[in-house]
C-alpha cells in the first residue's frame, strides 16, 4: 500500500516555471513506477510523464515534451515534476500516481494539486 501526497501546485504566469512534489508513505515505494497526470476543466485525466523503478528510463507526453522534467529521489520517497515554459493550457489538477507500468503507473493516486497558468 502507497499513499501519496502532492504539493508545489499555484498561480504562474505563462512562460513560468513551478516544481511540484509527490511524497510517498509507505514501504513499497522503491517498488513502484511514478507518473503525473492531470485533468483539465472540462476534460479527461490525461498522461503527463512518468518515471521507472530505477529512474533510468522516463516517458512524457508529447504536449509536454522539452518543457517538463520527472525524477525521483528513492533516498526520500519523494518523486518531482520540474515544469518550465508553462502555458495556460496547462491549468490542471495535477495528479501523482503509483503502479507496476512504468509507461502508465496508475495503481495509486493522490488528491491532487491545482496548477493555475495565467495568459
Known amino acids: 500500500q502507497v499513499q501519496l501526497v502532492e504539493s508545489g501546485g499555484g498561480l504562474v504566469q505563462a512562460g513560468g516555471s513551478l516544481r511540484l512534489s509527490c511524497a510517498a508513505f509507505g514501504r513499497s515505494f522503491n517498488s513502484y513506477a511514478m507518473g503525473w497526470f492531470r485533468r483539465a476543466p472540462g476534460k479527461e485525466r490525461e498522461f503527463v510523464a512518468s518515471?521507472?523503478?530505477?529512474?533510468?528510463?522516463?516517458y512524457y507526453a508529447d504536449s509536454v515534451k522539452g518543457r517538463f522534467t520527472i525524477s525521483r529521489d528513492r533516498t526520500k520517497n519523494t518523486t518531482y515534476l520540474q515544469m518550465n515554459s508553462l502555458k495556460p493550457e496547462d491549468t490542471a489538477v495535477y495528479y501523482c500516481?503509483?503502479?507496476?507500468?512504468?509507461?502508465?503507473?496508475?495503481?495509486?493516486w493522490g488528491q491532487g494539486t491545482q496548477v493555475t497558468v495565467s495568459s
Open positions: 500516481s503509483a503502479g507496476r507500468l512504468e509507461s502508465r503507473p496508475g495503481d495509486y
Open positions: 518515471i521507472s523503478v530505477s529512474g533510468i528510463s522516463t
